[in-house]
């Protein structure tokens, strides 16, 4: 199986531009979770899932909305991008099994100019 | 709220151990990650250990847990150059009695030197 997939890889916005930055998993977890991470900043929170129809946000989810109308697909919205958007988004979900590990997406680079 | 510390770098010569340290403040029972991200990579977890653990051994990894200091440390035997990475510690927080997110480090940059 493929994991975690993200795309795109890397985008280029424009201020006030919308994107959806895509994530896909196809190991039927039903937890699923958008990171984003800034240089020296680790990682911070900004939605989650505990499965489909359900989501609840994070620690910064201003500016960003999302969706889970399936198990698989947790899709990530930026309505009115910002310079302070431009960061390393990453999508993971998890595994409920012994651990309890979560699994990360490649992650996609997004510039806002 | 919790809160997960590291240091921010670490450099060593090759084939000498490395030990990348890390401490937490919430002592809940829980599990406690350490991930690896390459340059231009996504997180690749490495191992894990539950809190009621003292030591966790994984080929060259080992990790230790001291739960009196609240004090999480990873281990690397023999290091290669190919370990060069930034490495985080991590951990659940807790809302409404489960597991709700991931709580990071600021990760770890290793330099191993040739």
């Known amino acids: 199986n493929a994991g975690v997939t993200q795309t795109p890889k890397f985008r280029i916005l424009k201020i006030g531009q919308s994107m959806t930055l895509q994530c896909t998993q196809d190991?039927?977890?039903?937890?699923m979770y958008w990171y984003r991470q800034d240089p020296g900043m680790g990682l911070k929170l900004i939605y989650y899932?505990?499965?489909?129809?359900?989501?609840d946000k994070g620690e910064v989810p201003n500016g960003y909305n999302v969706s889970r109308s399936t198990t698989e697909d947790f899709p990530l919205r930026l309505e009115l991008a910002a310079p302070s958007q431009t960061s390393v988004y990453f999508c993971?979900?998890?595994?409920?099994?012994?651990?309890?590990?979560?699994?990360f997406g490649p992650g996609t680079r997004l510039l806002v100019l | 709220g919790e809160d997960v510390e590291q240091s921010l770098f670490l450099s060593v010569r090759e084939g000498d151990s490395s030990v990348i340290n890390c401490t937490y403040t919430d002592s809940s029972s829980t599990y406690l990650y350490w991930y690896k991200q390459e340059p231009g990579a996504g997180l690749q977890l490495l191992t894990y250990?539950?809190?009621?653990?003292d030591m966790k051994q994984d080929q060259r990894l080992t990790v230790l847990l001291n739960k009196k200091d609240k004090h999480l440390s990873l281990r690397i035997a023999d290091t290669q150059t190919g370990d060069s990475a930034i490495y985080f510690c991590a951990k659940w927080a807790h809302s409404g009695g489960s597991n709700y997110k991931l709580t990071f480090g600021k990760g770890t940059l290793l330099t191993v030197n040739p």
């Open positions: 899932s505990v499965g489909a129809g359900i989501t």
């Open positions: 993971a979900s998890r595994d409920p099994g012994p651990g309890e590990t979560q699994y």
């Open positions: 250990i539950f809190s009621n653990m």
């Open positions: 190991m039927n977890h039903n937890y």
